[in-house]
């Protein structure tokens, strides 16, 4: 069984910044790819950003809505995935999930809440 621990949530001013963090733990072989989605109130849940590693290069896609503010990273060895939120606006306001590929089964974090306020 994976489990999927986040934590970094929280309240922030608008152009505040917050660390999200995901770390998957249990029998993994696989962990790829790694991303993070987001549902704000009253709205489907929408991709944030995903980051994919083929080989030595790892590409990482993101929304268009938060293209330059934010970013992710992975640690490999830890199987951890990080969204780092800048300049972060009232829109942003949502529970964030990881959601990752591992051993080829897709899973969910229960998801952490972000608000922004103005």
């Known amino acids: 069984q994976v489990q999927l621990v986040e934590s970094g949530g929280g309240e922030v001013q608008a152009g505040g910044s917050l660390r999200l963090s995901c770390a998957a733990s249990g029998i993994i072989f696989s962990i790829n790819p790694m991303g993070w989605y987001r549902q704000a109130p009253g709205k489907q849940r929408e991709l944030v950003g995903r980051?994919?590693?083929?080989?030595?290069?790892?590409?990482?896609d993101y929304a268009d809505s938060v293209k330059g503010r934010f970013t992710i990273s992975r640690d490999n060895a830890k199987n951890t995935v990080y969204l780092q939120m800048n300049s972060l606006k009232p829109e942003d306001t949502a529970v964030y999930y990881c959601?990752?590929?591992?051993?080829?089964?897709?899973?969910w974090g229960n998801g952490t809440l972000v608000t922004v306020s103005s």
């Open positions: 980051s994919t590693s083929r080989g030595r290069t790892t590409y990482t």
């Open positions: 959601n990752v590929m591992v051993n080829g089964m897709n899973y």
